[in-house]
């Protein structure tokens, strides 16, 4: 107490021991771990602002996710592309061809055509698709690029963002397998006389 009240009037120098309301404070010296914890923060800021604030190649979350999501894209464009080029009057044909994408296509046609189109294809509210007419074009690559876009004042969705690619394109060939097959109680023709796809 007496200590505390000699220094408040200044009449002592200031002591490493200080004493005040019987609270004895000493002047110990930072433990050197203490003191690396925070010299190592000083540095880890340093090297922080650097790498990501100035001439570093740290990126941010965003523009990480910015790069990332370019990435997606090209891929994706490089992806719809060879898809869209696979696709050709050949391509369709050999598909119609193939056995394994018939029963494919089949299946297809079956669960998302039939209800419209009928099981076997005679129509209903979509036109019959095993006479020799049709309203959109006349070749496999019309039959798929009807199916891919739709005709959707007509009532007919766009496929392509229903049906995986591979799908697509076996349910246009088959569709194309339908033609001149002429089953019975088909509905009435609409649109252009069309040739008979060769075997
Ligand atoms: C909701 C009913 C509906 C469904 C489901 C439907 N269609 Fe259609 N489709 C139609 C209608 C209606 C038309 C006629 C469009 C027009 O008059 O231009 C049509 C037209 C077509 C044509 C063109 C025929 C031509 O003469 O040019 C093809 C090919 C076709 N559909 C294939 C399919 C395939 C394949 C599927 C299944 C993936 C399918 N449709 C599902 C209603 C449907």
Redesign the pocket.
């Known amino acids: 107490m007496s200590t505390a009240n000699a220094n408040e009037l200044g009449t002592e120098p200031p002591h490493d021991d200080q004493e005040y309301d019987g609270i004895h404070e000493l002047d110990n010296p930072q433990p050197t771990w203490f003191k690396l914890i925070m010299v190592g923060t000083v540095i880890f800021a340093g090297a922080y602002w650097y790498w990501y604030h100035w001439g570093g190649s740290g990126k941010s979350i965003h523009q990480t996710y910015d790069a990332e999501y370019a990435e997606y894209r090209a891929r994706r464009a490089t992806i719809e592309a060879a898809e869209g080029a696979a696709i050709s009057e050949e391509s369709l044909a050999a598909l119609a061809a193939d056995g394994g994408a018939m029963t494919r296509g089949k299946a297809?046609?079956v669960q998302?055509?039939a209800?419209?189109?009928t099981e076997n294809g005679r129509g209903l509210?979509?036109?019959n698709?095993t006479d020799d007419?049709?309203?959109?074009?006349a070749t496999r690559s019309?039959?798929y690029n009807?199916?891919k876009v739709g005709?959707p004042d007509?009532?007919?969705?766009s496929?392509a963002p229903v049906?995986a690619p591979n799908d697509l394109a076996a349910?246009?060939a088959y569709?194309s397998t339908l033609r001149h097959t002429n089953v019975a109680e088909g509905k009435p023709p609409?649109?252009e006389k069309v040739a008979p796809f060769g075997k």
């Open positions: 297809v046609f998302s055509c209800s419209c189109h509210v979509g036109p698709l007419f049709q309203i959109h074009g019309d039959i009807t199916v005709v007509k009532g007919m969705i496929w049906l349910v246009a569709v609409q649109g």
